[in-house]
């Protein structure tokens, strides 16, 4: 669930205007620039242009000035999961969508929402967040994968995500991916991206923890075990992702299915 913590549509500082955060703001921040921007990413400045987006997570460095006007949209947000992996989003980078409009559209009517609230505040700003990043999300998609390129491919990739997710348990990494279906890595996630709105590991990592949900339910099976069979080859990794997935440790999860 997407928490709003703060927006602001609009927004007017004072020109040559800077915000200096080297901790970042505690939480998720994202920006519309709507006016030329000097940012810091990683101690190189980038100047953008009009439009230019970002979406900055907790605890990454925030470091922006106007380079005359100040004039932006915003909205701190809290969440269980990183939007950024969840629609295959860049973060902590700047990126030009072409949704702008929609961008705009959204980030007004949380602003609303937020000074203005009506019955089921929290599942509109869930709903109106989530409509942002899948807005942006299908924006890119469309940018980097032209639809005449895709024809012949899809049946390829089709075949290959339904081999991948139900023999999960085995190890499919990037390199094999790439071989199976003949493509560079930036193109194999580009393509991927465009058919399934997703990445080949966030649909692994969902598809193994569907499993091990399944197989924990097997008592004569260790949480050990459970791992190994479904590709884990570390079993705290295997706790940790199983944990923030379902909201409990894989045995009390187990414990929990008995009664």
Known sequence: MYKLNFCEYNRSNQDYDTIFR???SGDYLFLLLKAPMKVYLDNRLVIT??????LYTPGAPQHYQAVRRFYNSYLHFSSDEN???RFCLPENAVFYPECVSRIDSCISR?????????PYQEEAVH???????LSIARSLTKESVRKEDTGNLYPLFQSLRLEMLSECGQDWNVERLCKCINLEKSQLYAYYRSFFSSTPKN???RAR???AKNLLSNEALQVKEVAQLCGFHNQ??????FKAYCGCAPGEYARRRLY
């Open 22 to 24: 080297p901790s970042g």
């Open 49 to 54: 242009r009009e439009n230019a987006c970002i």
């Open 83 to 85: 939007p950024a992996l």
């Open 110 to 118: 949380l602003q609303s929402e937020y000074f203005s609230p009506l």
């Open 127 to 133: 709903s109106l967040i989530t409509m942002l990043f």
């Open 203 to 205: 649909d692994l990592l």
């Open 209 to 211: 923890l569907e499993k």
């Open 236 to 241: 705290a990794h295997f706790s940790r992702y």
